[in-house]
T-cell receptor, first 112, second 111 residues
C-alpha cells in the first residue's frame, strides 16, 4: 500500500478554478481508480483505467476528467463544472487478475 | 443492478462484547466480496476477502448466498477495532473489474 501516493494531502481552491489531484503507484498494477468519499455515502467511483491510454467513466464522472499516459500515474482534474467538489478523494490500484484494490492516503479538497 | 447495503451507519459496543457488522448485497452473477477498514487517520485497507476464508485480527465473514449476506463478526471486540468498515462487491464488466461499496459502518468499541 505504501506504493500508492497521492498529493497534496490537503488542497484548497476557489470556486471556478480547475484543480488536478495526483496519484502515483510503483506496484506495477495495471488498473487504477478514483473515488470520492463523502460522509454517509461510502465510496463512489469517478473514473477508472484498466490500461494505459484507456479509461472509463464511473458512476459520478460529471465535472471530472482523467488521463492515463503512463502506467504509474492517473491524475484527476476536478473542473469548475463539478457542482459539489468539496470531498475526500481516494485513488486505488489493482493488480492484474485480482479483484481487490489497494488505496492511497487520499486528498482532501476544499472549495472556498 | 449491483448494490451493497450496510444497514447500520453507527454501531457501538463495549470491549469484550461480540460484534457483527451487517452487509447485504444484490448481484446477478457470482459475487466476490470484501471487507475494508479505515482506522482514524489511516488509509483504507483490505481486511478480508470471502474467497480466502481467513480470519484477520479476529474477524471472520461468511458468504451466505441464500441470504445474500456477508456479515463481519468478531467474538470479543477490542478498543483498537474502532474504525469505519466498508463492505464491497467486485464485479467484472467488459470494461474491467470494479468495486461497489456500501455506505459504511462506523464501529466504536467503548472501554
Amino acid at each position: 500500500d505504501g506504493g500508492i501516493t497521492q498529493s497534496p494531502k490537503y488542497l484548497f481552491r476557489k470556486e471556478g478554478q480547475n484543480v488536478t489531484l495526483s496519484c502515483e503507484q510503483n506496484l506495477n498494477h495495471d488498473a487504477m481508480y478514483w473515488y470520492r468519499q463523502d460522509p454517509g455515502q461510502g465510496l463512489r467511483l469517478i473514473y477508472y483505467s484498466q490500461i494505459v491510454n484507456d479509461f472509463q467513466k464511473g458512476d459520478i464522472a460529471e465535472g471530472y476528467s482523467v488521463s492515463r499516459e503512463k502506467k504509474e500515474s492517473f491524475p484527476l482534474t476536478v473542473t469548475s463544472a463539478q457542482k459539489n467538489p468539496t470531498a475526500f478523494y481516494l485513488c486505488a490500484s489493482r493488480p492484474r487478475a485480482r479483484p481487490e484494490q489497494f488505496f492511497g492516503p487520499g486528498t482532501r479538497l476544499t472549495v472556498l | 443492478a449491483q448494490r451493497v447495503t450496510q444497514p447500520e451507519k453507527l454501531l457501538s459496543v463495549f470491549k469484550g462484547a461480540p460484534v457483527e457488522l451487517k452487509c447485504n448485497y444484490s448481484y446477478s452473477g457470482s459475487p466476490e466480496l470484501f471487507w475494508y477498514v479505515q482506522y482514524s487517520r489511516q488509509r483504507l485497507q483490505l481486511l478480508l476477502r470471502h474467497i480466502s476464508r481467513e480470519s484477520i485480527k479476529g474477524f471472520t465473514a461468511d458468504l451466505n448466498k441464500g441470504e445474500t449476506s456477508f456479515h463481519l463478526k468478531k467474538p470479543f471486540a477490542q478498543e483498537e477495532d474502532s474504525a469505519m468498515y466498508y463492505c464491497a462487491l467486485s464485479r467484472r464488466e467488459t470494461s474491467g473489474s470494479r468495486l461497489t461499496f456500501g455506505e459504511g459502518t462506523q464501529l466504536t468499541v467503548n472501554p
